[in-house]
Structure formats: C-alpha cells, structure tokens
C-alpha cells in the first residue's frame, strides 16, 4: 500500500527554523501536497499548499523538488505555540487508483 | 464564516452497541469526508463524498459502518455493530474546489469515540 513517511518527533527552541521533510514515492501527477497543524483535541488546520517548487505564505514555507517525491515545510523562527503535530496530505497512486494519504506525521516540541 | 460542527464531541458506548455521528460541512462546500483518526495515528479517509454522491469508501469498514449525505449537504456516519477498535477520532471535513483530489480541507473538532 502505497504511504507517505514522515519523522516521528522533532525538538526544536524558540526562534528556530524548523524543516519538516515528508516522503511520498507514489505522489500522483495531477494533485497538490498540503499540510496541517493539528493540537491536542482539534481538527487539523491547514498551513500551506503547493504543486511544485516553493510556495511562501504568511506562516510557512513549502520546498518541492522536481521529482515530487518529497516535500519539506518550513517553519521560521518557531515560537512555543507551534508545539503540535504536522501532518502532509498527499494524492497517491495505490495499484491504479488515486487515493488521498495522510503522513504518519511529525510532533514538533518547540522549548524555550 | 461558520467552520464545519459536529456532534457528539464526545460518546462512549459498550461493544456490539450503535452510535451515529453528524457533520454540518462549511455551507456552500460540495466535498465531505469522513476520517477515523487512533490515537497516535494520521487521520485515515473513510469515505468521500461529491455532493451527494460517493467519491472513494474504499477504507470503510462495509459490514458495520455506514455513511450517507442526504441533499449534499449534512452527512451521518454509523457504527453497527462496534467493535473496541473502532474507538477513535471521528472528524468530518469539507472542501470547496472540484476537480482536484487534494483540495485544501477545512475539518470540525472531531467526534472522540470510546468503546468499552
């Protein structure tokens, strides 16, 4: 079965950059790689989104590399409050049919 | 701009019992989905909808879960009978753009299910 792969924890302090890498081999053709930042005893909440290349918004970046393969969010000078999990969504390709896959996702724990 | 409710935000049921969820998506959103999320675990899709109509329930458990989305917009989630590993985070989403198979979702808070 096809599967995106992320690390398991990452530690970092505030003020840091933080760089979250996702690995999904079966990425389909046609869609986008979206992440999310999930807290405790919430739904995900979506970061950021992009096809190809980098994408840049108000809260993260987002690297792609041409193969698509992979993806790497991110973070900029992490603050306390994004202590969280980071989840990417990918389109994959799983024995001829598109099928949307959430990563195993990563727990970031940002310390002062 | 309401976000997508749900409820129960919480139930706790025996086994071989029925529970039932409901998701009211983000008005004017044509795509729901519905993802069983364990503990320690990403969020895996159950079932997608497209308006009214099933989009992938490749994932959903068939012999005792069940979902339907009624006028394309309200949608219920059921368990009959469950099982202790169906407790879980149940979370319902919504999404606006058509075409796309990774559009950008927005889910409620979720359903946490325990099953005793």
């Known amino acids: 079965l096809a599967k995106t792969t992320q690390p398991i924890s990452m530690d970092s302090y505030e003020g840091q950059e933080v760089n979250i890498t996702c690995s999904h081999n079966?990425?389909?053709?046609?869609?986008?790689i979206t992440w999310y930042q999930q807290f405790p005893s919430q739904g995900p909440r979506f970061i950021i989104q992009?096809?190809?290349t980098k994408v840049t918004n108000e809260v993260a970046s987002l690297f792609i590399p041409a193969d698509r393969k992979s993806s790497t969010l991110s973070l900029p000078r992490v603050s306390l409050s994004d202590t969280a999990v980071y989840y990417c969504?990918?389109?994959?390709?799983?024995?001829?049919?598109?099928?949307?896959?959430f990563g195993t996702g990563t727990r970031l724990l940002v310390s002062p | 701009e309401a976000g997508v409710a749900q409820s129960p935000r919480y139930k706790i049921i025996e086994k071989r019992q029925s529970v039932a969820f409901w998701c009211n998506p983000i008005?004017?959103?044509?795509?729901l989905y519905w993802y069983q999320q364990i503990l320690g675990q990403g969020p895996k899709l159950l079932i997608q909808?497209?308006?009214?109509?099933?989009?992938?329930d490749s994932q959903l458990p068939k012999d005792r879960f069940s979902a339907e989305r009624l006028k394309g917009v309200d949608s219920t989630l059921k368990i009959q009978p469950a099982k202790l590993e169906d407790s879980a985070v149940y979370l319902c989403?919504?999404?606006?753009?058509?075409?796309?198979?990774?559009?950008?979702?927005?889910f409620g808070p979720g359903t946490r299910l325990t099953v005793l």
């Open positions: 989403a919504s999404s606006g753009e058509r075409g796309r198979i990774v559009d950008t979702q927005y």
């Open positions: 008005s004017g959103h044509a795509t």
């Open positions: 969504l990918v389109g994959l390709m799983n024995t001829g049919f598109q099928k949307l896959v």
């Open positions: 079966n990425i389909a053709t046609n869609d986008y």
């Open positions: 992009g096809y190809k």
């Open positions: 909808f497209q308006n009214n109509g099933v989009v992938d």
